[in-house]
């Protein structure tokens, strides 16, 4: 009879630790979710989901690779595909940023930069800091990742775009 009644209690005890682990665990998980943003992070309005509609593919401008991203001439407003992969969740938000090379003292003008995109989201729009004319110029993407858990920076790509306005 005392035996049966230190295994009831040992498994009580058990079952309480087990059950207030899935309560932590259950915390954390939320406390990674967007929803549950915090440090003042400004992630940006416009990120979605998806294309609405449900069609991913995007009707004009593209990107294959980072390598070149074709636009219309004199237009501020340009359709776009930039997104965050889903396999960055709880991991990391990205900005991107287009930048021109010029002879400034910072040596490049911003074309574009988003907010910071939540894993899994999509930018479709951006707006430039102006209209470009028809040409072809050089370019590049900056995508920065900043860690959640901080929102600091981390290590940065800057890929080469050759940008072809028509």
């Known amino acids: 009879m005392k035996r049966s009644r230190i295994l009831y209690i040992t498994s009580f005890i058990i079952l309480v ?6 309560l932590i665990m259950l915390f954390c998980i939320n406390g990674m979710r967007e929803e549950s943003v915090g440090g003042g992070v400004q992630l940006d309005p416009n990120a979605q989901d998806s294309r609405p ?20 001439a004199d ?8 997104y965050n992969p889903v396999e960055n969740a709880g991991l ?3 900005t991107f940023e287009l930048r021109l090379p010029d002879d400034s003292e910072q040596g490049y003008e911003v074309l574009f ?14 707006t430039l800091s102006h209209g ?27 890929a080469r775009v050759k940008l072809t306005v028509k």
């Open 113 to 126: 930069k988003t907010g910071h995109l939540a894993p899994g989201k999509h930018i479709y729009q951006v």
């Open 53 to 72: 509609g449900g069609s991913e593919s995007v009707p004009g401008p593209t990107i294959k690779g980072f390598s070149s991203l074709t636009i219309p």
């Open 132 to 158: 470009l004319q028809a040409g072809e110029y050089e370019t590049y993407l900056l995508v920065q990742p900043y860690r959640m858990k901080d929102v600091s920076p981390t290590n940065n790509v800057s």
């Open 75 to 82: 237009e501020e407003t340009i359709a776009i595909d930039l």
């Open 92 to 94: 990391y938000y990205l």
């Open 17 to 22: 630790l087990l059950l207030i682990f899935n």
